[in-house]
């Protein structure tokens, strides 16, 4: 069994929540283990003694640059149960203020801007296939969205 000390992923919303369409910001990124660039919500293992909620915000402004007024908590998972307790506790954000981001030696990314029907749809056609991002989407466009 592989130990975790869990992480935490948000879906940024460059919109407001209530826009017809809302703009979220997908990352893309090199992935070794996919052997290409995979579509992904920015995500991050928890510091010791970091909260999910500080672990959120600090990942957001590291991989992109963006700042968040609003984080709200959409649920906590096991990653893969079968083999590691990793829990992974997911956001939505919003009123984003941009600023710089601070991307680790080893990250190569790219800012994605997408609506979140094109999300929904990347979700359905197999291009968007990363598993915390596909639940990030998936919860946001039914509970942030829906109510």
Known sequence: ?????????VVPFLDPLDSPDPRILLIRQYRYAANG???????????PGET???CAARELREETGYSASD?????????????TDEQIHLFAASGLT????????DEVLDLAPV??????????SGELVDGKSMIGVLFAERFIRRG
Do not use: C
Not at 37 to 47: H, K, N, Q, S, T
Not at 77 to 83: D, I, L, R, S, V
Not at 98 to 105: F, I, P, Q, T, Y
Not at 115 to 124: H, N
């Open 1 to 9: 069994m592989v130990r975790h000390p869990g992480a935490s992923a």
């Open 37 to 47: 660039y995979v579509y992904e919500i920015p995500a991050g293992r928890l510091d």
């Open 52 to 54: 999910p909620e500080d």
């Open 115 to 124: 609506t979140l029907s094109r999300a929904m749809a990347m979700i359905a």
């Open 98 to 105: 941009e600023g710089n981001s601070r991307v680790e030696a």
């Open 71 to 83: 984080l709200i908590r959409l649920t906590t998972f096991y990653t893969t149960p079968g083999f």
